[in-house]
Structures are given as structure tokens and as C-alpha cells.
């Protein structure tokens, strides 16, 4: 099966500036990031607060453009594409963002608002629009009364399924979703959730999954990244890294969650009292270098590439240097 995006050796770097003209340093937004997703997958990608993972979702959008790297959507490198073809990649790949009341214009009733897409896309005759509408709002659990309410009408998870219903109004072949349940309730969250998982067993979706919740991508993600500073530092079977997690990073954000257990036993990792925290991430060497709790002295001056430690599990440390390394290529990154 071919993949349905690839995202090679992608970089997105910002420049910092003292004024109009002096530069003084560059923030490694994204930095090589490489990945596959496949359709009817749901990759998910986690890491805390300013690790790069909305930058990642930009540039795969084309809402920003990449410093380097490539980003294919099924076999074409979107952000050389113009005219029609562009036009075309955008109704196959499709957003759901965080807030839907930033997302979504409160000067446009749910109806209209799934009718954009489809009136700028052309895809529906306009005799057909109106039933097209409702049966997307069907699809996603809301009721035709709705269709004539304004944003601030409707709750969290009612704003939530109009943007959902909006995203499927194209029939998009992946769907991009940044943080799309955190400003929901526990039990909104659940009904969302089991609606994307519904959604794509009936039209072979593929979904990029982000969030900082290891809770709720153990329960929607196939595939799981874990993202630290602009680079992956541990990927794999959603299962493989919870049951086995192979980077110190991901063994301290699991252990965050309250009471995770994998065998009854509650998943613990020791964390020095004194850990040196810098301002800005080391220019050489490991990343998490100032933060980890097992580092080795050659980790400060060098950049561990990813090991396999599974079959399609790999992990960005030196702990596993005696594993094979993940080789990545034009062809097949």
C-alpha cells in the first residue's frame, strides 16, 4: 500500500532579529522530521507545549512554508503545486483546529459554514446544496434545526461537529486534526472521538492526530510519534511505545499520567532532583540532553539517530546504540 503522506526530512526555522537587520539566532521550529501515513490510519504525534508540532501541521497545510524538506501528498510534493493541482490537493487534505469558535466565523450559520467549502470547490449543484448540508450534519450527529443557528448558539461539541462536518464536505482523503478535543468536557471528548473513529472505518480516512494527551492518543492512535524541539525522538506502534517506551522522554511524559499502569504496576521513572534547564536547546548534541536523567557524557556533543527497537519502533537514543539505525531516503522517507 502506498502511503498517503510522506513528510521528508521536513525543517521549518524561524529567524530572530534585534531590531530591522541584526540577526542574533534562529529557533529550529522543526528540524528533519520524517514520517509516513497510510490511509485509514490515524498517526498520532504528541509532545509538550512549543515542541513544534503545530509549525508541523502548518507546513504540511501549506498554510507555511517549510525552510527545506518535503511534504508529499499521494506522491506529489504539495508545496510545488499551483493552479488546479493545488486546488485539488487542498479538498484532499482537510483541518480541524482546537478552538472551533476561533475556527469557525460567528458571522455564519452552521449551514453556511458547510456550505463554503462546498460553494468555493464547486462539488455540489446548488438544487442539491441544502441536502447535502443536512446529510452532513446527520452524519456528524446534529439535527436539521441546527442548521440556522450561529456558533455562540451551539455548545463545545456542537461547534465541534460543524467543523468536523465542514472537513467532510470534500471528501478529503486525510484530515489534519490540531488539539480538536482539549477545550471539550471528558464526555464530549469521547463522542468526538468515536465519531472520527466511525467516520474513518466508513471512507477509509487517514487522520494526524495532534495532541499533548498520551490518554487520548493510546485510545485513537495507530502509529505514535513523540515530538521534542523540532524533531521525533521516538515513533512506532501506538502499543510498542506504550508498552515498551524506548527515549527518556517518553518514559517521563508517560509517567506523568496519573496512575498509567502497563501490568498492574504503576509506570515510574526516577527524575534527578537538579536538572539544568537552558533557555534555548544545545546548538550539538541531544536535545534533551539538559533534561535527561540517564544522559551520557557523549550525548552532549552528538545527535543519536533513531534505532530500531521493534520491527517499525525506533528511538532517538544512545541507550540503543547497539540496534540497527533507521535508515531514511528520498525514496522512501
Known sequence: MNPLLEVSNLKKYFTLRSGVFRRVGTVKAV???????????????????GCGKTTLAKCILRIMQPTSGKVRLEGKNIHLLKGQELKNARRNIQAIFQNPLM??????????????????????PNEELYARIIDLMRTVGLDEEQAQKYPHELSGGQNQRVAIARALSLNPKLIVLDEPTSSLDVSVQAQILNLLTEIQRE?????????????????????LSIMYLGGIVEIGPSN??????????????????????????????????RVEILETPPENGCK????????????KTNDPPLYQIDKEHHAACFLHDNKPVAFYSESNS
Open 31 to 49: 528540524d528533519g522530521v520524517n514520517f509516513s501515513i497510510y490511509p485509514q490510519q490515524s498517526f498520532g504525534l504528541a509532545g509538550e507545549t
Open 103 to 124: 475556527s469557525l466565523d460567528p458571522r455564519m450559520t452552521a449551514s453556511k459554514l458547510i456550505a463554503e467549502p462546498l460553494k468555493t470547490h464547486k462539488v455540489s
Open 203 to 223: 471512507t477509509g480516512l487517514g487522520y494526524l492526530f495532534i495532541s499533548h494527551d498520551l490518554s487520548v492518543l493510546r485510545y485513537f492512535s495507530d502509529v
Open 240 to 273: 510498542s511505545v506504550f508498552k515498551n517506551p524506548s527515549h527518556p522522554y517518553t518514559q517521563l511524559l508517560l509517567s506523568s499520567i496519573p496512575e498509567f499502569t502497563l501490568t498492574g504496576e504503576s509506570f515510574e521513572v526516577k527524575v534527578p532532583e
Open 288 to 299: 534533551f540532553y539538559p533534561r535527561c536523567p540517564v544522559r551520557m557524557e557523549k550525548c
